[in-house]
């Protein structure tokens, strides 16, 4: 089972619309659900109607939530009156397509053991609707 | 090759207001000093200016209600080309005949400096609708608790850094230039020298990115008049004549481009060289956007001045981007030290570089300048020649 965290402190989430609910909703029932194309069958973020490549319809389909840090940065500046630096933002690569990426924070982890191709893997954080996708090493330290 | 249309137009007259930082001075007041500038510049009267356009902060009617003209052409017709977008308009404007003389300003205060078109139709308006479209994901960023640029931009940095080996000392080094040629420009803000410990040692703000990797907020306006080629050899000044631009529509948005870190500046890059015989080997003089250090060297490999990866090994030693240089890379100081007039400055410079007005940082007789503005999904060039 996925786990899920509390809430780590004020986010600006998106609005839910019917393109992006599934998305941002599906670590609830603990699974993180991307956007495939039934036709092509290629995986797309972020999530959409229509495939981007074909055309065709989609729809979300769970992930293995396994994936490696593709870049990094940890931000120390208060952009943002109720969230507190420092942020550890980083882009991942969802192991399901080389080009499957996704912004997130990296949790259980120091910024300066963040390595490029480090696997990581998908936890989620309680925000009530909204199950927020964050990425934790697997291998502990 | 079809004849490109922005070949129809001049650069015919530019003006600068006074540049600070916190000045207290009202925008409109900087926008006016800019502007009247201008037009003497081109030797023009305030009552021959038949088109007016601008972006983000001090809205065009008011400035035209205080510079007392009444313009018929107010901006649209090339809409990619990011900050640039209002002066390529007015390229395409005046080669058409739809104005003659175009003014065009941009004006900037440390608490404004709108990154994107704002929304001025509601909800559902063109400029709202323009950056939801270009930022696609911006969403993500959000909700992953990075709210600024360079936070985005930081990321393609430190992938840059991974596929390349490109290190936070090369950043250093344009950073330390930059700041030698803001020492020989008046009207740059920051003018001490900057040692390569000092740039280390700033405080960081998104890792690579530290404080010296970032640009200026100063309040101050640029002005430029447009004009029709034929009005070339009749102003006051010696023309600019536009070769090409480039712009992109901005595909993939900030980070889910195929061919990440590489951002729009490659499509902007790439129609501004389908535009023009000139390659990247005749360019005399650059003035590439530096909102991040990073972004000058994600233009110098978009533009073909020097290959994929090989930005920092280019601007190493700070020898070859000097004004005596192979290629004099930012001569005015750059928004890293002159200050961050948002993508006009560069092109302020270029023109005065061509015009060999540029004094003490004057390089020798350059015949072609690139200018190049914007980073991720936004993205604007042109070339220019004397």
Excluded at chain 2, 25 to 49: F, M, N, P, Q, Y
Excluded at chain 2, 80 to 85: A, C, N, Q
Aim: overall charge negative; glycine content about 12%; some cysteine.
């Amino acid at each position: 089972m996925t786990k899920v965290r509390p809430r780590s402190g004020t986010r600006i989430l998106p609005r839910l619309t019917d393109t992006n609910r599934a998305f941002w909703t599906g670590g609830g029932k603990g699974d993180l659900l991307v956007t495939r194309c039934e036709k092509c069958h290629r995986w797309e973020l972020p999530p959409s109607q229509e495939c981007t490549a074909c055309g065709g319809p989609t729809r979300p389909e769970p992930v293995s939530g396994t994936a490696k840090v593709y870049t990094w940065t940890l931000n120390h500046q208060k952009f943002h009156p109720d969230v507190e630096p420092p942020n550890l933002i980083a882009l991942v690569v969802l192991d399901e397509q080389e080009d499957l990426r996704l912004a997130t924070n990296l949790v259980d982890i120091d910024a300066e053991d963040v390595k490029s191709g480090l696997p990581v893997s998908v936890e989620f954080e309680d925000y009530g609707d909204v199950f927020y996708p964050v990425f934790a090493p697997v291998e502990p330290k | 090759m079809t004849r490109a249309p922005e070949k129809d137009a001049i650069i015919s007259g530019v003006g600068i207001s006074r540049i600070g930082r916190r000045t207290g001075i009202d925008g409109l007041e900087l926008t006016l000093e800019s502007c009247r500038k201008a037009v003497e510049d081109a030797g023009l009267r305030l009552d021959e200016i038949d088109g007016l356009t601008s972006l983000g902060d001090t809205p065009p009617p008011a400035a035209a209600a205080a510079l007392g003209i009444e313009p018929v052409y107010h901006g649209g017709g090339f809409e990619t080309g990011g900050l640039l977008s209002p002066v390529m308009s007015a390229f395409i404007a005046v080669a058409e005949g739809k104005a003659r003389h175009v003014l065009v300003y941009r004006t900037v205060q440390m608490m404004g400096g709108e990154y994107v078109p704002q929304d001025e139709g509601g909800e559902g308006g063109e400029g709202m609708s323009e950056m939801r479209r270009l930022m696609v994901d911006i969403e993500e960023m959000l909700a992953a608790n990075a709210f600024s640029a360079v936070n985005w931009l930081a990321m393609h940095c430190r992938r840059h850094m991974e596929m390349y080996g490109t290190t936070k000392e090369q950043l250093g080094w344009l950073a330390l230039s930059s700041r030698q040629k803001a020492a020989l420009n008046p009207l740059a803000v920051y003018k001490d020298p900057l040692t390569m410990d000092d740039y280390m040692a700033a405080r960081p703000i998104s890792t690579p990115f530290s404080l010296l990797d970032c640009d200026v907020p100063v309040d101050g306006s640029i002005a430029f008049v447009v004009s029709h080629a034929d009005y070339a050899g009749d102003g006051a000044s010696p023309p600019v004549r536009v070769e090409a631009i480039g712009g992109s529509p901005g595909l993939g948005g900030w980070f889910h481009r195929p061919d990440y870190p590489k951002m729009a500046s490659i499509e902007a890059a790439n129609q501004l060289w389908s535009r023009t015989d000139l390659r990247p080997s005749d360019i005399d003089v650059a003035e590439l956007y530096d909102g991040f250090t990073f972004l000058t060297f994600a233009w110098l490999e978009a533009l073909g001045i020097c290959g994929d990866g090989e930005a920092g090994p280019f601007v190493e030693g700070g020898q070859r981007i000097a004004l005596d240089g192979d290629l004099p890379l930012n001569t005015y100081g750059g928004q890293l030290s002159a200050g961050r007039m948002h993508g006009y400055w560069v092109l302020h410079e270029a023109c005065l570089q061509l015009r060999g007005q540029a004094g003490e940082r004057q390089v020798t007789s350059p015949e072609v300048a690139v200018v190049s503005v914007g980073g991720g999904p936004i993205a604007g060039c042109m070339l220019l020649t004397s």
